[in-house]
């Protein structure tokens, strides 16, 4: 590993441990890995593994990236219409966020009056929340029917059937926030 690379590697897991308020100790434990090991990956002395690597950013839960990347702005601007968007039939889908959150999606949802949209049951143990933020919604998931008024919530589970409807006359718009089931080991 570069020089470059160690040290921007050590701060940066130094800084990401210490916003967590967490001792060496406490994340070590979490990451599976040895105190002195972490200590070594805070000084630039480690060579670590990806093994290593993979765990350090699980227990800090970020990505690989941001473990090797230097520090860029803490912020960014991403001007309307900038997210990626789909249609799938009449329903427009859009990035909530510009960035991944592991293990979650999250998606604002424009239903025109009467469309319809089939969701992609999501793997086992996974939970989806639909949050109706104006007009009004039906959901139907695993046969049960749901009416959904502005500021409305259903969880569900998302590794079943379910669809999303707007049966009113008026444009509705919903905010889906899938979290994501653990793959079996």
């Known amino acids: 590993m570069s020089a470059n690379v160690g040290e921007t590697l050590a701060r940066n897991v130094k800084a990401l441990r210490q916003s967590r308020g967490m001792s060496q100790a406490q994340i070590a434990k979490i990451a599976k890995i040895p105190r002195a090991t972490w200590a070594n990956l805070e000084t ?3 060579n670590p ?3 290593v690597l993979g765990r350090v ?3 800090l839960q970020v990505s690989l990236e941001e473990l090797v990347t230097r520090e860029h702005a803490n912020a960014a601007l991403h001007p309307k219409g900038s ?3 789909k249609l799938r039939g009449l329903v427009t889908v859009q990035k909530f966020l510009p960035d991944p959150l592991p293990g979650m999606d999250i998606d604002r949802m424009t239903f025109p009056p009467g469309s319809r949209m089939v969701g992609v049951p999501h793997m086992p143990g996974t939970r989806e929340y ?3 933020e104006t007009g009004a919604l039906r ?4 046969g049960e029917v749901f009416e959904l008024a502005p500021h409305d919530v259903v969880s569900f589970r998302g590794d079943q059937k379910h669809s999303y ?3 009113s006359p008026k444009p509705s718009v919903a905010y889906s926030i899938v979290v994501l089931g653990r793959a079996p080991t």
């Open 44 to 46: 630039g002395d480690a």
């Open 49 to 51: 593994t990806l093994l």
């Open 57 to 59: 950013a699980h227990a």
């Open 83 to 85: 997210l990626p968007v």
């Open 130 to 132: 639909l949050i109706c």
């Open 139 to 142: 959901l139907v998931a695993s």
């Open 165 to 167: 409807e707007n049966a």
